[in-house]
Every structure is written in C-alpha cells, then in structure tokens.
Nanobody, 127 residues
Framework: QVQLVESGGGLVQAGGSLRLSCAAS????????MGWFRQAPGKEREFVAV????????YYAESVKGRFTISRDNAKNTVYLQMNSLKPEDTAVYYC????????????????????WGQGTQVTVSS
C-alpha cells in the first residue's frame, strides 16, 4: 500500500519561498512519475507540476512556470516542490500524487492518471 506524506507548507508573505516535500513508501519509488496538484477554496483541484520516474522530464502549469521547480531524490524516496516568488493566488492545499503506471515515457498532467495521493499540506500566501 502506497503512503505519501507531504510536509513544508505554511504561511508566507508574497514574494517569499517555500519548499514542499513528499515522502513515499510502499512501492519502488524510482519506477513512478510524481506530481503536485493544488486545490484552493471553492475551486477544483488543478495540476501544478510533474516529474518523470527518472527525473529527466518535468512539466509545469503555465501559472507556476519559472517560479516553481519540481525535483526528486530516488535514494530518499522523496519528491520536492520548490516554490519561489509566491503570490496570494498560490494559496491552496497542495497534494503530491504518484502515477498509476510504471516507467511512463511521457509525463502526464491528468489527475486520473495518478492513483495514490497524500493528505495535503496547506500553503497560505499573504499579500
């Protein structure tokens, strides 16, 4: 059974930075792509960033491109989301997720392709 545990959320002023971590257990981490999604109050969950199983391919939502960086450490079974130049509109609960498929050649941004989810971590950006 897969377990994903996010950490690193908190309250930060606009323009500040946070780094989210997601520790995974239960499956061979290095075989699966990992993604970050977020959900703001009253809004649907949306894609933020994804990284391939090898770490060689990444993709970002337009709204975070150039400000957020996704990375992974397969030795630590952990995926990260470095968030810089934060804006109030980045306020949301952030979730990490693990791809259903192993060794996917092309990263996916579809939530339905991710079969395991963490409990989420709150990020609040004040103006």
């Amino acid at each position: 059974q897969v377990q994903l545990v996010e950490s690193g959320g908190g309250l930060v002023q606009a323009g500040g930075s946070l780094r989210l971590s997601c520790a995974a257990s239960g499956r061979i981490f290095s075989r699966y792509g990992m993604g970050w999604f977020r959900q703001a109050p009253g809004k649907e969950r949306e894609f933020v960033a994804v990284i391939s199983w090898s770490g060689g391919s990444t993709y970002y939502a337009e709204s975070v491109k150039g400000r957020f960086t996704i990375s992974r450490d397969n030795a630590k079974n952990t995926v990260y989301l470095q968030m810089n130049s934060l804006k109030p509109e980045d306020t949301a609960v952030y979730y990490c997720a693990q791809d259903r498929a192993t060794w996917r050649e092309r990263v996916t941004t579809r939530a339905a392709d991710f079969g395991s989810w963490g409990q989420g971590t709150q990020v609040t950006v004040s103006s």
